[in-house]
Antibody, heavy 124, light 107 residues
Framework: QITLKESGPTLVKPTQTLTLTCTFS??????????VGWIRQPPGKALEWLAL???????QYSPSLNSRLTITKDTSKNQVVLTMTNMDPVDTATYYC????????????????WGQGTLVTVSS | DIQMTQSPSSLSTSVGDRVTITCRAS??????LNWYQQKSGKAPKLLIY???TLQSGVPSRFSGSGSGTDFTLTISSLQPEDFATYYC?????????FGQGTKVEIK
């Protein structure tokens, strides 16, 4: 059974760097066809895709946030880490990590398991 | 970026009603379209992937259709547990993008 859980600070100050960890079980990020993504949701607003890391360490970032984001994986610890620099109050949101199931070159490409999310507030 | 536009943004409906939500992409995305359900305070749940394939364990009253730029999510007979917000999401090209959501409320 696949589970994911986000962890990190609940409050950060403007200009600080946010580091979030996604700890998962039930799958390995060294298995072909697997990835982990980060998605966020400001209070009362829609979902926004942030970044993806694939089993082969390929990484994709949202262009609007690309310069601020870094995603890495530690396969031995079953963890994926997202860092976001220069935090601003508009970055206040619930941050989710999710398991990606995909078949390269096909439309089978979706987030089928999600963590519970972690609310990060940016305020001085 | 590919823009995803859902309509309506919200709807009030009753148990037993048939509900249709539409999602339009700003360019063709073939069938690279997923639907998620999100209940208040909870993480999204995958309902349908590849435009029309029902995720395992999802009730058959949910169905999806469409290809290219126009897609629909249909709930054939709304149940009390279906009151939630629904999002479409394209996985055709990064950045993957979500629609703005459709909130299904009790009339």
């Amino acid at each position: 059974q696949i589970t994911l859980k986000e962890s990190g600070p609940t409050l950060v100050k403007p200009t600080q760097t946010l580091t979030l960890t996604c700890t998962f079980s039930g799958f390995s990020l060294s298995t072909s066809g697997v990835g982990v993504g980060w998605i966020r949701q400001p209070p009362g607003k829609a979902l926004e895709w942030l970044a993806l890391i694939y089993w082969d360490d390929d990484k994709q970032y949202s262009p609007s946030l690309n310069s601020r984001l870094t995603i890495t994986k530690d396969t031995s610890k079953n963890q994926v880490v997202l860092t976001m620099t220069n935090m601003d109050p508009v970055d206040t949101a619930t941050y989710y990590c999710a398991h990606l199931d995909y078949v390269w070159g096909s439309s089978k490409n979706y987030f089928d398991y999600w963590g519970q999310g972690t609310l990060v507030t940016v305020s001085s | 970026d590919i823009q995803m536009t859902q309509s309506p943004s919200s709807l009030s409906t009753s148990v037993g009603d048939r509900v249709t939500i539409t999602c339009r992409a700003s360019q063709s995305i073939s069938n690279y379209l997923n639907w998620y359900q999100q209940k208040s305070g909870k993480a999204p749940k995958l309902l349908i992937y590849a435009a029309s394939t029902l995720q395992s364990g999802v009730p058959s009253r949910f169905s999806g259709s469409g290809s290219g730029t126009d897609f629909t999510l249909t709930i054939s007979s709304l149940q009390p547990e279906d009151f939630a917000t629904y999002y479409c999401q394209q996985s055709y090209s990064t950045p993957w993008t979500f629609g703005q959501g459709t909130k299904v409320e009790i009339k």
